[in-house]
């Protein structure tokens, strides 16, 4: 590993002088900034992981009560009130859009970061539209609308990381 090469350190995972005081370390005994950013892009790459993966879990139970009400009751939802608009079934789509996003960002942190970072835009707008922020604003504050920036935080942190990983690769030309 690069980064374990040039600052002598062979641990090979995480220690306790990672973080923020390891960059600022690195930084004023003259390192590259590479190094630093490099431990940046990983912290902030697991906290992204970590964080989506609460999200993609959560998401993923909700779906499941879903199914298994549909399997045992014969429709998914046993006491939703009959004729609601439309609308009120946009937001969670998109959440769980956001939800698959993440979970691709895994694999893929561009595409699924703006998979997840877009649909939660989306979400957004519904949100605005149907509940707007000026009514009952203390009871708003909590949900829907800290649900949807706990799920946006996530595919902003996914695409961060990606930003700044495609900096460093350098294009190789011909062999």
Do not use: C
């Not at 990983?42 to 993923?60: D, E, F, H, P």
């Not at 519904?126 to 649900?147: M, Q």
Request: aromatic fraction near 14%.
């Amino acid at each position: 590993m690069k980064i374990e090469a040039e600052s002598g350190r062979g641990s090979g995972g995480f220690s306790s002088e990672d973080g923020l005081l390891y960059w600022l370390e690195e930084i004023a005994r003259g390192g590259t900034m590479s190094n630093a950013s490099d431990r940046a892009v990983k912290w902030i790459r697991w906290i992204a992981r970590i964080w989506g993966g609460v999200v993609v879990m959560s998401v993923l139970l909700v779906v499941i009560g879903y199914a298994w009400d549909w399997v045992t009751a014969g429709e998914a939802d046993p006491y939703a009130v009959e004729d609601y608009p439309l609308i009120e079934e946009l937001a969670p789509l998109f959440g769980l859009l956001s939800a698959v996003g993440l979970a691709i960002a895994w694999r893929w942190e561009g595409l699924g970061g703006t998979i997840a970072f877009v649909s939660s835009l989306a979400m957004l707008s519904v949100l605005l539209i149907h509940w707007p922020i000026t009514e009952d604003f203390p009871r708003y504050l909590v949900a829907p609308y800290g649900v949807w920036l706990i799920i946006t935080i996530p595919g902003i942190l996914f695409l961060v990381t990606w930003w700044r990983s495609r900096e460093r690769t350098v294009p190789q030309r011909g062999a």
